[in-house]
């Protein structure tokens, strides 16, 4: 089992590292506010999750050429959910998709057209 307790330097080489808050605390040991507090001490700012990654411009591209938030967040290299999220945030209706019939299993051709969807998941 991992110490309950750990040093200043510990904290200050997983943040070298860009660990998040909740990495940090999941590496030592402990829990997250007690990471959040003692970084706070020390003066560190917070490294944000995904959602920080995210470049909003690239999104709003990736979009326009009709991917869906599966495909964006794959491009984006974060998950869909967080895609989902600021895509909604944003007040962008979801991408669906329907099959073109007849073309189905043709390698190199999308089977797909853009539908844009009136509901949210």
């Known amino acids: 089992m991992k110490p309950r307790t750990f040093t200043d330097k510990q904290l200050i080489d997983l943040h070298a590292e860009g660990l998040n808050d909740r990495e940090k605390a999941e590496r030592l040991g402990v829990s997250r506010s007690r990471v959040r507090v003692r970084r706070r001490r020390l003066g560190i700012e917070s490294i944000r999750s995904d959602r920080s990654r995210i470049n909003h411009q690239r999104l709003h591209e990736f979009y326009e050429g009709g991917l869906n938030d599966v495909e964006i967040a794959e491009r984006l290299g ?17 991408v669906r998709y329907t099959w073109i019939e ?13 539908v844009e969807g009136t509901e949210e998941e």
């Not at 967080?82 to 979801?94: A, C, D, E, Q, S």
């Not at 007849?102 to 853009?114: H, S, T, Y």
């Open 78 to 94: 974060v998950k869909d959910g967080v895609v989902f999220n600021y895509r909604k945030k944003l007040g962008l209706k979801p």
């Open 102 to 114: 007849g073309i189905r299993n043709r390698p190199g051709i999308r089977v797909e057209k853009r």
